[in-house]
């Protein structure tokens, strides 16, 4: 909870919502530095699959991750309209190729559920949510699940 300048308390959730494929996928926008176009990366050895390689951000390196690939979806094909999010996950600047950027909302506590419990697979071990917005579903996503627990980007 927030609170406002007149000390009441609001609620809510701000976040950037982006497709992969046909489903929505949200991170909380606190995480989030930019959002930049496609860039190609360049590949590193022995990387997991789902690190695509690294790209130059003014004079840093930082990696890119396809999130469908992460997530255990079929490999993103950049287009134009792709986008990589640059985020900041535990002091760690990553980029995560998404196909595009939907949106940026404020969602309420009555609009947050909990995830239904039907398997293990990596997009519910790395949702935290379920957000129902207007007709859309959107799983929202715990960035920290990207890195282990040295900080690493997991396998």
């Not at 990366?41 to 390196?61: C, E, Q």
């Amino acid at each position: 909870m927030n609170e406002t300048q007149t000390g009441t308390k609001t609620s809510g959730l701000e976040i950037i919502s982006f497709f992969l494929g046909e489903q929505v996928f949200s991170v909380n926008i606190m995480s989030v530095r930019e959002i930049r176009g496609w860039a190609p990366a360049t590949p590193l050895a022995h990387a997991p699959s789902h690190v695509l390689g690294v790209i130059n951000l003014r004079g840093t390196v930082i990696p890119v991750i396809d999130m469908a690939r992460r997530l255990g979806l079929e490999a993103t094909d950049p287009t134009e309209r792709s986008a990589i999010i640059v985020a900041s996950i535990r002091d760690q600047l990553v980029g995560l190729l998404v196909d595009n950027v939907s949106d940026m909302v404020t969602v309420t506590e009555d609009e947050i559920q909990s995830v239904p419990e039907v398997g293990a697979t990596e997009v519910q071990r790395m949702t935290t949510s379920i957000i129902a917005k207007d007709k859309t579903m959107i799983s929202h996503l715990d960035l920290d699940s990207l890195l282990d627990e040295e900080g690493e980007l997991a396998a």
